[in-house]
């Protein structure tokens, strides 16, 4: 695979140092300073973009110079301070995902691999967090569709993928279905490939009936 450009903002020397040790395999690391580097990088046609939070004159998440960022990149959002209403909202202003500042750079390597291949990343409890909303204000399908998203699931693989659209860890899966935590990675696996989803996210909005 073609190693892929990605932009890497943010006026912290050390994280630029870190961020940068991404498997050079995959990505291409660039530097960028200030929030006017991210125009630069739309010029060029590049999309991926991870943003310190913490940069100085980030714009406001209801600003149009985040909105058009948003709506034409797609950014990973770096936290040295993660907390989950944080993350909440920039991810409801159209970030792609949230981590820890200091993840480990392979780590930092899947979330790039996760939203470049359209999906969303974010940290367990936050994912856990939006779950359980989700199932909560969800509407409830009618009775004829209320099963048709399992129809090519064998019934264990939909029992796995109801736990997992509620935010459940795979151990926490693994220890109701008294199944090994490897199995309901394979399960998993299984069900997004068989619902051609990317992530648990996506995972829950099929299960809830919800188109995107």
């Known amino acids: 695979m073609q ?33 006017a580097d991210l125009s630069r990088w ?29 709506a034409t990149l797609d950014i990973i959002v770096a936290s040295l301070k993660p907390d989950d209403e944080q993350g909440r909202q920039f991810l409801a202003a159209g970030a792609k995902g949230y981590v820890h500042g200091y993840m480990q750079p392979d780590a930092l390597g899947a979330a790039l691999q996760m939203v470049a291949g359209g999906g969303v990343w974010m940290g367990a409890s936050l994912l ?58 394979a399960h998993i696996s299984a069900v997004f490939e068989k619902l051609g989803v990317p992530d648990r996210l996506m995972l829950a909005l099929a299960v809830h009936g919800i188109s995107t």
Not at 19 to 27: A, C, D, F, H, L
């Open 3 to 35: 190693a892929r450009p990605v932009l890497m903002l943010t006026h912290d020397e050390q994280l630029w140092q870190r961020w940068k040790r991404v498997p050079v395999t995959s990505w291409l690391p660039a530097s960028g300073r200030v929030w």
């Open 42 to 70: 739309q010029a060029q046609g590049r999309r991926l973009v991870v943003l310190d939070a913490g940069l100085p004159g980030l714009p406001a998440l209801d600003s149009q110079d985040w909105r058009s960022a948003a």
């Open 128 to 185: 856990a967090r939006l779950l359980r909303q989700l199932d909560q204000a969800a509407p409830q399908p009618v009775a004829s569709q209320k099963d048709a998203w399992s129809a090519n699931l064998t019934p264990r693989e939909k029992e796995v993928a109801e736990r997992a659209a509620l935010g459940m860890a795979n151990q926490a899966i693994a220890d109701e279905l008294g199944i090994t935590e490897r199995t309901v990675r």
